[in-house]
């Protein structure tokens, strides 16, 4: 039976159509295709260099996939440094003076992470938590994928408002400088800040820095953040990070290029801290430790009292090769001042230093390490913050909490606009 006219018509109209459809995705394919095809490409490199192979892999209850990679197989020894390194499992010094280590041993046994409900890593592995391909594509470019930006590290004898604004950071910090310093310890208070923004961030940390606030700074950070932007979600996190030239071209947080070697099987970094301290409510703290081991000069860090997690070689650094200059403790936002106003990002539990226990957020019993390998507490220590009324810093001292020091706050408030 043949075809009447009208159908021929509309066979002849919908192979029109069909072509130019098909001009339609040539031209578009010239103009985008080989781009987005390269961007794959370049994505997925990456991750096939940040995803090692696991032995074992763990999926954890907040969604992370937690790969249980052996040890000498991990991101750090893509490094050309590293390529024939002997890994140092353990250090041959721990430094002597730890404060309040019955406190932090009861609270370390309540902290945990979550991927632990379901799992652990066998031994001669070390877990890393599986970067997917969202998160690189929520970075700016693969090249600033796990980096800070450029200029975020407090520098107390600044008092250039505009060098403050430009930076779009703020602190609430304390700090020592005037010496040298081969490690810094403490014992932190565990939040979840609100994030306004899903680029800004909120973190509390230790800063263990060598140099001058130039592009020739070298930086040691250890601690929790809460990042939308890194992690996907807002959960509050352990993290690492490292550079040795002000964050323009080495270091990166976690496991997220090659450099500081993890020796831990229990431990995930970048991976969700569990429980969290509520307002009026529990509290919960962690321990962190960074100290420069003295007869093979690398830069190591514990969690907790028994969570050696490994170390930074000291060939990475400049300055840190030999010793720090300052140390500084506390909080951290990117302010990228939505809607022309102040970040409402919390910093810390997101109340004032004036609330107190159970409120404000904490840093207790901070120390540092001095030339002799020992642990002590810091003298004339500094506070600094770029504007109070918003974010707050107040420090003091006793018996139980040695040196220690209340700060945060909630960042837009009546008198923070």
């Known amino acids: 039976m043949g075809l009447s006219l009208t159908m021929v018509a509309q066979v002849s109209s919908m192979r029109r159509v069909l072509m130019v459809f098909l001009a339609l995705m040539m031209v578009l394919s010239c103009a985008v295709g080989i781009p987005i095809s390269r961007q794959r490409l370049e994505v997925q490199k990456h991750l096939n260099r940040l995803n090692k192979p696991p032995v074992m892999s763990i999926q954890s209850p907040d969604g992370d996939i937690i790969d249980c990679v052996h040890v000498s197989h991990q991101p750090a020894f893509d490094h050309p440094y590293l390529k024939n390194h002997t890994i140092q499992l353990r250090p041959t010094f721990h430094p002597e003076g730890l404060l309040g280590e019955s406190k932090d041993s009861e609270k370390s046994n309540t902290i945990s992470q979550l991927w632990h409900l379901n799992g652990k890593c066998p031994e001669n592995t070390i877990p890393i938590r599986r970067t997917k391909k969202d998160d690189i594509l929520r970075a700016s470019s693969v090249k600033r994928y796990g980096k800070k930006k450029q200029r975020s590290i407090p520098q107390p004898r600044s008092t250039d408002p505009n060098l403050i604004n430009e930076n779009g950071h ?248």
């Open 170 to 417: 703020q602190h609430a910090i304390a700090y020592v400088e005037g010496d040298k310093f081969y490690g810094a310890k403490a014992t932190i208070n565990v939040w979840q800040p609100k994030i306004q923004q899903p680029n800004e961030f909120s973190l509390s940390q230790i800063w263990i820095l060598g140099g001058s606030f130039g592009e020739d700074l070298n930086s040691i950070e250890a601690g929790w953040q809460v990042s939308p932007d890194l992690y996907g979600d807002s959960n509050t996190r352990l993290f690492t990070y490292w550079t040795s030239d002000a964050y323009q071209a080495t270091g990166c947080y976690n496991l997220l290029c090659s450099g500081f070697i993890q020796t831990n099987s229990e431990i995930a970094m970048g991976a969700s801290i569990s429980p969290i301290s509520g307002y009026s409510g529990s509290q919960y703290d962690i321990s962190i430790l960074v100290w420069k081991e003295p007869t093979e000069g690398n830069w190591w860090m514990q969690f907790g009292n028994g969570y050696v997690l490994g170390y930074w070689p000291s060939f990475l650094f400049s300055y840190l090769a030999d010793s720090a200059t300052m140390i500084e403790w506390g909080g951290e936002v990117v302010n990228s001042e939505p809607d022309g106003e102040h970040t409402s990002t919390e910093m810390g539990s997101g109340h004032f230093p004036e609330e107190g226990f159970g409120k404000s957020s904490y840093f207790r019993n901070i120390q540092v390490v001095d030339a002799s390998n020992n642990l002590r507490s810091p003298k004339g220590v500094g506070t600094f913050t770029e504007q109070s009324n918003c974010y707050d810093v107040q420090n003091g001292n006793n018996g139980d909490w040695g040196t220690y020091f209340y700060y945060g706050g909630p960042g837009k408030n009546s008198n923070c606009q």
